[in-house]
């Protein structure tokens, strides 16, 4: 059989690993990520039951399960935390969401949260003095919503920001045709995004931040071209959820 690297954890940075994998379903396709600092790790927006498996295969990979010591949920659809209650039954962690989020999120059964995020520059800091901040980005697409990002790479784990539906998909944006990963981003964005005074809230947060990658929930990182992308999350036009129809999502036919 022949091996493909994409069925193994992925190192994007230094000690930072995707650990996602390419469902052939556009839907479906998550993107996981575990950062390891020393002996600790956190795992961000871990996906949903469907994902637990492999996930938990590839964090084994690289570490014990039992250095899991954060998970971080950026919001509380099921596609990213669903798995969370899963992992709290194999060792004692933290789980990091906003104060919205947490009051949905245990509806999953999930019950070790730390203090909840209800403000911007919260961080978390690992034994080393490494730090993930953390900035809320309300109707991005939740109300509930946030970013994460680590000072020590300086990469955005940006949620659905910067999402895309890509049929074609690689694990780096740069690999793909520009304009056609660039049309898949808006076929995500902007039907997901509530507006584009919400977008540009993140965007006034973040775009100030020394940024070398943007790691999203959906699609394909970005690592390349960093000030063109969120050039064009300002010309976007959010919302339209609310003029195509009863869906809400103009989506292609082999979508599914």
């Known amino acids: 059989m022949e091996w493909n690297e994409l069925d193994h954890a992925m190192e994007i940075a230094p000690n930072v690993w995707w650990i996602g994998y390419n469902t052939g379903v556009v839907w479906a396709r998550t993107n996981p990520y575990l950062i390891v600092e020393a002996n600790e790790a956190v795992l961000i927006d871990p996906g949903s039951m469907i994902d637990f498996e492999i996930v938990k295969r590839k964090i084994e990979e690289v570490i014990p399960i039992a250095n899991l010591k954060y998970i971080v949920l950026h919001h509380q659809d099921p596609d990213l935390c669903g798995s969370t209650s899963a992992f709290e039954e194999l060792t004692t962690l933290f789980v990091v969401t906003t104060t919205r989020a947490a009051?949905?999120?245990?509806?999953?059964?999930?019950?070790?949260?730390?203090?909840?995020?209800?403000?911007?520059?919260?961080?978390?800091?690992?034994?080393?003095?490494?730090?993930l901040r953390f900035f809320l980005t309300p109707y991005c697409h939740s109300p509930m919503a946030m970013v994460t990002y680590d000072e020590k790479n300086k990469i955005l784990f940006s949620s659905d920001i910067f999402s895309a539906f890509n049929i074609v998909w690689k694990l780096y944006a740069d690999l793909l045709d520009q304009?056609?990963?660039?049309?898949?981003?808006?076929?995500?964005?902007?039907p997901y995004m509530a507006s584009n005074e919400a977008v540009m809230n993140f965007i006034n947060k973040v775009e100030p931040l020394e940024i070398n990658m943007i790691c999203p929930q959906h699609g394909s990182i970005i690592r390349k071209n960093i000030d063109w992308w969120f050039d064009q999350l300002k010309t976007m036009k959010f919302g339209k959820a609310i003029t195509e129809g009863k869906t809400g999502i103009e989506l292609p036919h082999n979508l599914f």
Do not use: A, P, W
């Open 103 to 131: 009051l949905f999120c245990r509806h999953y059964g999930i019950s070790s949260f730390s203090e909840t995020i209800d403000g911007d520059n919260q961080t978390i800091t690992f034994k080393t003095g490494r730090k």
């Open 179 to 190: 304009q056609q990963y660039l049309d898949d981003v808006k076929r995500f964005m902007e």
